[in-house]
């Protein structure tokens, strides 16, 4: 049609008109059951909302009553479809929009020019003409005027957007809800203030604090918050920065959080700081506190961004460049960072301490995420030196009565707050020569020596509270111990005994079993000890005594309990006791070991025995049951290199590796103790044996314990003060691993780390171990640490290819791992992979000039063993070493081709179809292994036999290849009534 027909009135008109009822027909007539209608009702309402944004308003205005009545009636605001409820919203302000008439309220707050261009324009005009008055833009805005009915169903519909469960449909009426009140008189625009702020009630859900929120921001960001409701409003969004309600095991209000940091964001660029000065102490708190106590990362960055806004803006907010350059977008990012060190920083500025202490108090310990719990706590320890006297006498009293409360979680916190508030008041006490019952009252005393009773007597060291109460109170013990409380020979201490050793048998997890050996060891050295420091007898025999026998129970955590429990003895407690204690967890890693269980007890019984020794005295002709000495020591250290060799897997995978890194840190600690102390009982194969099994943990696949391995080696070998003797070949090591290798090398990554431990073959001392513990790394499936371990045991061989002696010292090493390992499954199939990568390198092709050389012989034997296994990667392997034979000349070749074929009869149907297809590969790379007039039948054969078919059938085609190749037919073995076939 042509747009200047378009352009007459009565066209126009009468095209909206139909366009209109067509619209209002469309959602008349559809619902939202079905993704048809749904579909429908979308474009109807997007259309009608794109036509009351653009049309012109007097052309809208008459239809604008029937299409409200239209969705009061569909009720389209309850859908269950939050975008159909979002475009209702939407539809609905602008309604609300064409209802009133389009101005801006001359009653708005405006701030003045935003822009360094409008400013400076403006001091230019009034330099040029100083006398001119300003022109003011006169609008008689304040004249009365009637407000259609329709309004105020408007903001009805919008203030229940802001409560409505889905964020975009908030935001739109929020939106809606700053652009109608926009267009109201002063006195109605207040009224929807008041409205909004109704949102703000406990009564109300999270969605509504959240629309709430965000109808503020938009409110104060377009100037229609006057600042004589701050006083109303400032306390709200206060409240709203620390909104958290707790929903079952989690809380809901992060949205909250962050929507309050938008509102303070945007009231910083909305008032002059003059308006916003009252509020400043409360909106700076309000704002560091979640800046740096927020758990959600998102509220913290939000009111990091806030925070910097109002002092760019504002001004006023005190210490602010300090705070925002400890406190930026990044820094915040860190939650620990954030409550340990960021924390401590900000309170040291006095307008900020007492209320992020009060916050922690108040929302932080009774968290329902433990691990904000337990942050608390410890920033609570860290601010203490910040505010001590309040600490003192104002924090503790209110911990106190929680502690003890109804509340788990507040109960578990305020515990633990008791605990590093008061092991913070006691060091600084120590500046001034102060005890801590000079600091704390006699009351505090007493209360935090009767919680224990408490608990004990209200059986809540029971059931799943119990499993949050037994670790506070044993941190609660161990702070009070470390405090000095004079407590001693107090009924309590009977009491807080009872309590770990309870705790202990009760197979307490892993997590927490630190905690609690803590508190042991605390408790012994502070209460168990006379003023000559020597342990009371009778406590030391009870404890010894007890916890060697948990060291045999049945439970797996009672063990790790018990070995841990001895591993933190104070040396007082171990003396007359070290050999019995040593025997014990000797047992333990032995015992269990056999029994291939017990992998977590077998660790902690490593790390124990070097905790026992390092505590103990050194003197080589010193009492066995007292120190570490030339009877002892072999003992010592022959329980810590048998665990270097413990392979355990279970369903976890490989978690002998757990004992093995225990095991070398504890040889390490040990070494430098021996070493530093009495050298002279550190017997040479002791280190050999060390450094060996160092090198070959070094050489392993598994990134992580390499890197540990690697670097203890080098620890020990670089250790000057003390120096580590007897270690060998010292010189050729400290060659290949100069001291710049303790920083630069990274033993994570196998290019660099196989680079050097492969030049470890080269040095005969460590040749057997390094060797071994390559075998896995190039025979591993992992593919970057077979190809750089593989590479760089390549470059190792062709280096030696010309020199005889060292490559038959190479195979002899090969020879002894493989024929101590044949059984061992975790090395032999390893090995046989990395054999066949280097047969087919052509590694030994010195020795293949030779006939029947010693080492391919006694290789094929080993491999015989073999032939009857019953795993197939195993037997796989062994065929493709068994083809890398074949290129050794002599009579070993007619052996090599007696076993393949014996292989191609193999009861596993696979097995069979895999020595084919080796065996054909194998010929064509080696042509000259048979006859060539025979050569062609034979690959004929090999190739077009379907080798997975009946035994009878194949035994035929093997029998026919054995007369073409010259090798004697197997014969049928009858054995016990029953015939096997070679």
Known sequence: MDERFMTRPDVKQKCLGEFLDWSLTTISQTNDQSMRDIMVLDGALQSLATLFKHGKRDDVLQYAPAVMQCLEQKRLSESSQSMLRKLVVKLIQRLGLTFLKPRLAAWRYQRGNRSLAANLSASQSMTVSASAPPVVETQDMEEDYDIPEEVETVIEHLLLGLKDKETIVRWSAAKGIGRVTGRLPKELADEVVGSVLDCFSFQETDNAWHGGCLALAELGRRGLLLPSRLTDVVPLIVKSLTYDEKRGACSVGSNVRDAACYVCWSFARAYEPKELEPFVTQIASSLVITAVYDRNVNCRRAASAAFQENVGRQGTFPHGIDILTAADYYAVGNLNNCYLNI?????????????????????????????????????????????????????????????????????????????????????????????????????????????????????????FGGELMRPAMCCLIEKLSLSKMPFKNDPVISGWQWLIDDTIKSSVKDANMVTIVSALSALCEEYYQSELGKADSQMQDVLVSQYIEGLKSHQMLTRCGSALALGCLPGFMIHRKLKQILEGLTQLCTVSQKEGTFTESRRDAVRAIAQVVVKVD???????????????????????????????????????????????????????????????????????????CLAQQAAEKIDRYRAHAGNVFLRLLHSTEPAVPHIPQRE???????????????????????????????????????????????????????????????????????????????????????????????????????????????????????????????????????????????????????????????????????????????????????????????????????????????????????????????????????????????????????????
């Open 343 to 463: 924390s401590v920083y900000i309170a040291s500025f006095p307008e900020y301490t007492k209320a992020m202490i009060d916050h922690l108090i108040a929302m932080k310990i009774n968290h329902w995420d433990g691990v904000i719990r337990e942050l608390s706590t410890k920033a609570l320890h860290n601010l203490t030196p910040q505010a001590p006297d309040y600490m003192a006498t104002t924090v503790l009293p209110q911990l106190l009565p929680v502690a003890v409360g109804v509340d788990l979680h507040g109960r578990h916190g305020a515990i633990l707050a008791c605990a590093e508030i008061t092991h913070a008041l006691y060091t600084l006490g120590l500046q001034t020569n102060r005890t801590v019952v000079d600091i704390i009252s006699s009351e505090c005393v007493d209360a935090l020596k009767n919680i224990h009773h408490m608990l004990n007597d209200r059986k809540q060291y029971r059931g």
């Open 618 to 692: 050194v003197c080589a002709h010193g009492s066995p049951d007292s120190a570490l000495c030339s009877e002892n020591v072999a003992e010592v250290y022959g329980a810590l290199l048998n665990r270097m060799n413990d392979y355990t897997t279970d369903s976890r995978g490989d978690v002998g590796a757990w004992v093995r890194e225990a095991a070398m840190t504890s040889l390490m600690e040990v070494t430098l103790l021996v070493a530093g102390s009495a050298p002279e009982i550190l017997q040479p194969d002791l280190v050999k044996s060390m450094m060996c």
């Open 732 to 982: 050729e090591l400290l060659s290949i691993f100069p001291v710049e290798t303790t920083t630069n090398l990274n033993w994570n990554a196998p290019s660099q780390a196989f680079k050097y431990i492969t030049q470890l073959l080269g040095l005969p001392q460590y040749q057997y171990h390094t060797l071994l513990g390559l075998t896995v790394s190039v025979g591993g499936i992992t593919e970057s640490t077979v190809h750089f371990s593989s590479l760089s045991l390549f470059d190792y061989l062709r280096g030696i290819q010309d020199d005889s002696a060292a490559l038959t010292q190479f195979g002899d090493a090969l020879l002894s791992i493989f024929r101590d390992n044949l059984r061992n499954d975790r090395v032999s199939i390893p090995f046989l992979k990395m054999l066949n990568q280097i047969l087919a390198n052509s590694c030994f092709e010195i020795f293949t000039t030779q006939e029947n050389h010693p080492f391919c012989l006694d290789l094929l034997n080993l491999c015989k063993e073999f032939r009857k296994a019953k795993d197939i990667s195993k037997l796989r392997a062994c065929i493709s070493v068994l083809c890398g034979l074949i290129q050794f000349q002599g009579d070993v070749r007619k052996k090599v081709l007696s076993q393949l074929l014996m292989l191609l009869c193999h009861s596993f149907p696979v097995i069979r179809k895999t020595t084919a297809s080796q065996m054909y590969e194998m010929l064509l790379t080696y042509d000259d292994v048979i006859e060539p007039e025979v050569l062609d039948d034979v690959m004929t054969l090999l190739s077009d036999t379907n080798w997975e078919s009946d035994l009878s059938t194949v035994r035929t085609q093997r029998n026919q290849l054995c007369d073409w190749l010259g090798v004697p037919r197997p014969q049928a073995i009858t054995k016990q009534s029953s015939v096997q076939v070679s």
